[in-house]
Every structure is written in C-alpha cells, then in structure tokens.
C-alpha cells in the first residue's frame, strides 16, 4: 500500500508539473516586440571627447506576457556604445519577462575619441532582441567628427529640410537623406566636402540644386568611411537624385564611390530648360550609374569626365534629352555593359505595359565614348507614329564591333581609333599628339578643358585638350 501511495503521489507531481509547465507555454505570448524608434540617432556633434546618453522604449503589444530570451550590443565589450536594461548595465541581457500591454526603457550612453581624423563620420552599431527565436534590431548611429549633419528618416516621418547656402568650413555628412524640397533652392560653394553614409542621397524635389565649385576648389561628394581601406569602394552611398527638379547646375565637381553619380527622374513640367546643366566634372567608380537620364529629364554636359562606373557611365531610359559637348564617357572598369546606353522605352513588368517617350535632342559632339569592351555604345529605340527621336552624333571617337550610317551620324565620326590614354586604369587620361583625339574636334563656346586649359583651333575631342 505504501509503495502504491508513493506511486500515485508521484504521478500526480509529475502530471502537474507536465500541466503546470503546458500552462506557462499557454500564457506566454507568441508575438514580438515592437520599438519607438528603428534608429537611435546621438545628434550632438563630438569635437574632442564626447559622452551622451539617449533611451528608447520596447513595448510589449499583446494581452499576455512575452519572455525576452536576450537583449545583446553586438559590438560587445569593443562598442564605443553601453546600454542599460531596467537599471542593469552590460552587454548582453537573458530571459527578461515584460507584462501584458507593459513597455520597457533601453537606455544607451556613447564616448567618442574623435580626435582621429580618419575615424568614420558616423559611428553605428546595433542592440539585437531576441524573442520567440526571431531577432529584432535597433541601429545606434553617433557622429564621430565635427561636421554639419542632415538626418531623414522617413519611416520615423523625420525629415532634413535644406534651402540656401550650405556652408563650407565644415564637411557636410547625410544619413538618410538631405532633402531639397519643391520649389526650394539649395546652392552649396566651391570647397564643400559631402560625405553621405550608406544608402543615403542628396534628394531635390521640384526644387533647383546648384553646386558652384572652381577650378582646385571642387565640391566632392564621397562616402563616409575616411579610412584608407574605402578611398576605392563604389556603392557606399546612393548619389544625387534629382525627382522632377528645377533647373539645377553642377560645376566643378568630383562625385566618387557611390551607386549613382547623378539620377534624374523626368523634370517640373514648367521647366522648358534643361533640368541639369552641369560642367567641369568628374564622375567615377560609381556602383552603377555615372548619369541616369530617366522618363524625360534633359541633361547639358561639357567637360566632364565619366568613366569606370559599374554599369553605364550614360544611360538614358525611356527617354529624355540630352546635349554632351566635349566630354568622356568611358568604361575602363569591371562593367560588362556598354559606356553609354541609350534607349526610348521602359518595359514596366509590375504593370504589364511598354512605355514609350521622346528623345527631342540626342546630341555627341567632341565626345570620346570608350572602353575595354568591343562596343561601348548601344542604343535600343522604338520608333512608332508620334514618337520624336532626333540624333546628332559628330566630331566623335566612338568603339564599337558594328559601324553605322544613319544620318544622325555625321562624317567625322571616327570609329575604334583608340585615343591612347596615358594609363586608364589609374584614371588618367591625358594623351599624346598621336591619339586620335588630338585636333580631331569642331570649335564650340567651350573655350578651356575640364582643367583650365585653353582649346586649340581645332580643339582636341574629350573633356581634356593637350597643352
């Protein structure tokens, strides 16, 4: 009987604690947390040593208890960041139970040593929460240097208005997006360094940029990664994004590293000008685009040098015009796709159709379009009943396996003549009497080269003319 008791007892211990611990499962949720913010952002400028501290909330949205397995700064004991847990210190925090409809403070304190000026402008990292075996993130982001920030968010609806005159005694750093908005104008002066963090972007809507660098005082646009390991790294940041602007100008600039140099998407309706005029510019190692010319945008280019870009240092789709006198527009890098693409339609797949536009001004004059590749130029247009295409290519070196003769190409078009370019690979392309570049051009208002060199007559085709 006694052993009969201890049996029963003990299955009465074991099958309640199988109950008990199938009713914890029950009662704890199965949801995940939600946060009031994505990013943290520490918007004080650091100029020699710099310590803050800023908080957030997680929330726990559902009607029963939610077990939080961890909560880790991913940076660990290296971060420059700390963080607290409801009064706790430390890197990594386990098995926190947060009530029913119940929220909790995450606070995170930052020192910086900003005294190295080759420490990133911006300085991340990220605190992972891990509940019911899915992770969730929030990014932390201190500036590292003294600098003019521009923060957007625009899940957060935070957004960085810009309008006037930048100043130029500091660099200007974007995270996010700088945003000028419509009818605004934003000028930024010769000497400005803007330094934009991944996936950001200069952003003009319907409203008018004007860069105004000078010869040896260009604007430079570039990552925000100042070490020596990013000086050569396309793709760290978006580019310059001009969505039905104004007319805008670009002059003496250099914008390297990005995705897209220059992205124009079609332009104000009541600008009959050209939405971007731009001059004296360098543009190069960018991920994709050097100038993406799309439904409808028209673009004036002299004296520019385009070249090792990912996939086109040119494209233009689904129409737009443009005018390009005296440039380079080169391949010389890892692309597989031609320097310049030209093409009138965009298939749009999402809505099963085939749009179709104009190109009213198509135009190549002193132009060199070259490369590593047999073809360096290709066009793909659809000509049907209203549609407008009016080319003007001549006084051009030109490489590819096919020549032509539309009569848009005129008689001094001269094609796969190597222009003999001192070494193209460390971007330099000066040449010598012996290229045929040299005296191969047509006299236009461009009186000087991209550096200041004053034209011969005839002048050199390309952005540079020999002394």
């Known amino acids: ?126 605190i992972r929460f891990r509940t019911n075996g899915k992770d969730q993130y929030v990014k932390l982001a201190a500036w590292g240097q003294d600098a003019y920030f521009h923060y957007s968010n625009f899940q957060s609806q935070i957004f960085d208005f810009n309008e006037g005159v930048w100043p130029n005694d500091k660099p200007h750093v974007i995270y996010g997006a700088a945003i000028v908005d419509s009818a605004k104008t934003l000028t930024i002066p010769a000497g400005t360094k803007v330094h934009l963090h991944k996936n950001s972007l200069l952003y003009v809507y319907k409203g008018s940029l004007q860069i105004e660098g000078q010869l040896g005082n260009e604007v430079i646009f570039q990552g925000d990664r100042l070490e020596q390991d990013y000086q050569d790294v396309s793709g760290q940041y978006y580019g310059i994004y001009l969505h039905q602007a104004l007319p805008s100008a670009i002059n003496y600039a250099i914008l390297k590293n990005g995705t897209s140099g220059v992205h124009l998407y079609s332009e104000d309706p009541s600008n009959t000008s050209y939405t971007l005029d731009i001059q004296n510019t360098q543009i190069y190692n960018q991920a994709r685009y050097g100038i993406f010319i799309f439904a409808g945008a028209k673009v004036k280019a002299e004296n520019c040098l385009i070249t090792q870009n990912g996939t086109h240092a040119l494209l233009v789709l689904q129409g737009g015009d443009f005018n390009f006198n005296h440039c380079d527009l ?21 809505q099963d159709q085939t749009l179709v536009s104009n190109i009213e001004e198509g135009v190549f004059k002193n ?66 009497s012996n290229s045929s570049l040299s005296n191969k051009g047509i006299n236009s208002m461009v009186f000087t080269d991209i550096l200041g060199q004053a034209r011969n007559n005839p002048p050199d085709i390309g952005a540079l003319e020999l002394p």
Request: proline content about 3%; hydrophobic content about 40%.
């Open 330 to 350: 080169l391949g010389y890098g890892a692309s597989t796709n031609p320097a310049v693409g030209i093409s009138n339609y965009y298939n749009d797949y999402a």
């Open 367 to 432: 132009c060199v379009i070259y490369g590593n590749l047999d073809t360096e130029l290709a066009m793909d247009t659809i000509q049907m009943a209203g549609v407008v295409l009016n080319f003007d290519f001549d006084y051009c070196v030109f490489k590819s396996e096919n020549t032509y003769d539309d009569s848009f190409y005129g008689a001094n078009i001269y094609w796969n003549l190597g222009p003999l370019f001192t070494n193209p690979s460390e971007r330099d392309f000066t040449f010598g």
């Open 1 to 126: 009987m006694r052993i009969l008791v201890g049996f029963l007892v003990s299955c009465c211990l074991l099958l309640w604690g199988t109950l008990s611990s199938c009713n914890k499962n029950v009662l704890l949720s199965k949801a995940n947390l939600t946060f009031s913010t994505d990013t943290l952002v520490f918007d004080t400028v650091f100029t020699t040593v710099g310590s803050t501290t800023q908080s957030f909330k997680i929330y726990n949205p559902d009607q029963r208890s939610l077990q939080i397995e961890e909560i880790e700064l991913m940076g660990g004991a290296n971060s420059v960041y700390r963080i607290n847990v409801d009064g706790s210190a430390g890197d990594l925090h386990q098995d926190l139970l947060l009530e029913p409809k119940d929220s909790l403070f995450i606070f995170v304190e930052v020192t910086l040593q900003v005294n190295n000026s080759t420490n990133p402008l911006i300085i991340e990292d990220s």
